[in-house]
T-cell receptor, first 117, second 111 residues
């Protein structure tokens, strides 16, 4: 397996503030990381694909200026929710790709529960 | 949209085998079948993946039909800790390949 660490696990913030979530691959290097969002009783929805050293690719309907992604190293990607509002409250989960070709597997972090008051 | 269909739920008795079905009739030749599970309020956990041959690891077995239009994940001896939502996903392999999660199947293991 592989270990992906996500921090913080839970955050509560006031409306209008920004929140940064970190995703780290602890025992491998990941050129590609992914960010997902999951609302209660729903499935995971991919928000963006993050590639080390380049701009993230956002899925349709995801505001790139609101959800800032930085993938500055092979072991760290960050998601910043800017000017958060109550509707941004959700479970945010990252994953990191490990392995080449047919052995490639996405490993997931434990998730960050964001509550915006 | 997810390219797989799974029953919404099933249950099994602790210690018995759990057989989780998945249909993926539109799977492409280069797409693999991946299985993940998500225990409540946690991130998904990788279980197994395969292309066309049956696969087995320490967690489970994956049986893929010859026409690749369906597959079954087998947990040989289910425990209470296997209670989770199980996602069957088809995807090309590779670092940039996206995973599209459907609704999954909720497996409840009863004592």
């Amino acid at each position: 397996g592989a270990v992906v660490s996500q921090h913080p696990s839970r955050v509560i913030c006031k409306s209008g503030t920004s929140v940064k979530i970190e995703c780290r691959s602890l025992d491998f290097q990941a050129t590609t990381m992914f960010w997902y969002r999951q609302f209660p009783k729903q499935s995971l929805m991919l928000m963006a694909t993050s590639n080390e050293g380049s701009k993230a690719t956002y899925e349709q309907g995801v505001e790139k200026d609101k959800f800032l992604i930085n993938h500055a190293s092979l072991t760290l990607s960050t998601l910043t929710v800017t000017s958060a509002h109550p509707e941004d409250s959700s479970f945010y989960i990252c994953s990191a790709s490990k392995g080449q070709g047919v052995r490639n597997i996405q490993y997931f972090g434990a998730g960050t529960r964001l509550s915006v008051l | 949209d997810a390219k797989t269909t799974q029953p919404p739920s099933m249950d099994c008795a602790e210690g018995r085998a759990a057989n989780l079905p998945c249909n993926h009739s539109t799977i492409s030749g280069n797409e693999y079948v991946y299985w993940y599970r998500q225990i409540h309020s946690q991130g998904p956990q990788y279980i197994i993946h395969g292309l066309k041959n049956n696969e087995t690891n320490e967690m489970a077995s994956l049986i893929i039909t010859e026409d690749r239009k369906s597959s079954t994940l087998i947990l040989p001896h289910a425990t209470l800790r296997d209670t989770a939502v199980y996602y069957c996903i088809v995807s090309a392999t590779g670092a940039n390949s996206k995973l599209t999660f459907g609704k999954g199947i909720t497996l409840s293991v009863r004592p």
